[in-house]
């Protein structure tokens, strides 16, 4: 079964405007981190923002903040005012309790149109 | 700056060459991981490692084995490639230890098998 959900496989925005990047997610660990990563053209994954379980508010990181609903299962990415350096692939990996590797999504495509 | 090197950015094969995918970091990390990117299906896990000689298949081992003999290098070998081989192999390490631990990566390899 697919641990993590991406549904939107290509999202446009207006430059300066706010955009939700959607990610829900299946574990039934009671302990696990949620990341975001943004992935350039260049190819580089870069990681954006964390969102630990026991978490009790969202994380914030500059113009990025996830909106985190524990009982949905969801943790969607939330980017603010957004600019042209925004368009890139957005990946959302959970990790599991233990040693355990980032298990991802398959990615949003988001393009930002002056 | 920490690193995760990929010794090639670009490298094209025959079919039946083997071929060896090098990674090292500079972070002192005890885990170290290979996906392999293809549109639409995001990043998938080939084999992870934990510690040096240790090796743990992941998602899609078949057709790829891995070397690990020293804590700052791990290896991806396909022993005898194929044209369904070609795809973005990106390599990441993290530190061994909670959900919150983040995964650093290399700039990725594109590897075209002909």
């Known amino acids: 079964a697919q641990k993590i959900t991406q549904t939107q496989p290509g999202m446009f925005v207006q430059e300066k405007e706010a955009v939700t990047l959607d990610c829900t997610y299946d574990t039934s660990d009671p302990s696990y981190g949620l990341f975001w990563y943004k992935q350039p053209s260049s190819g580089e994954m870069i990681f954006l923002i964390y969102q630990g379980s026991y978490d009790q508010q969202n994380a914030t990181e500059g113009r990025y903040s996830l909106n985190f609903q524990k009982a949905r299962k969801s943790a969607n990415l939330v980017i603010s005012a957004s600019q042209l350096g925004d368009s890139a692939m957005y990946f959302c990996a959970m990790r599991e309790w233990g040693n355990t590797p980032l298990v991802f999504g398959k990615g949003t495509r988001l393009s930002v149109i002056a | 700056d920490v690193k995760v090197t990929q010794s090639s950015r670009y490298l094209v094969k025959r079919t039946g060459e083997k071929v060896f995918l090098e990674c090292v970091q500079d972070?002192?990390?005890?885990?170290m991981f290979w996906y392999r990117q293809d549109p639409g299906l995001g990043l998938r896990l080939i084999y992870f490692s934990y510690d040096v000689k240790m090796k743990e298949k992941g998602d899609i081992p078949e057709g790829y084995s891995v070397s690990r003999e020293k804590k700052e290098r791990f290896s991806l070998i396909l022993e005898s490639a194929s044209t369904n081989q070609t795809s973005m192999y990106l390599c990441?390490?993290?530190?061994?230890?909670?959900?919150?631990?983040?995964?650093?990566f290399g700039q990725g390899t594109r590897l075209t098998v002909v």
């Open positions: 990441a390490s993290s530190h061994r230890g909670q959900v919150n631990t983040e995964a650093f």
């Open positions: 972070m002192d990390h005890e885990n």
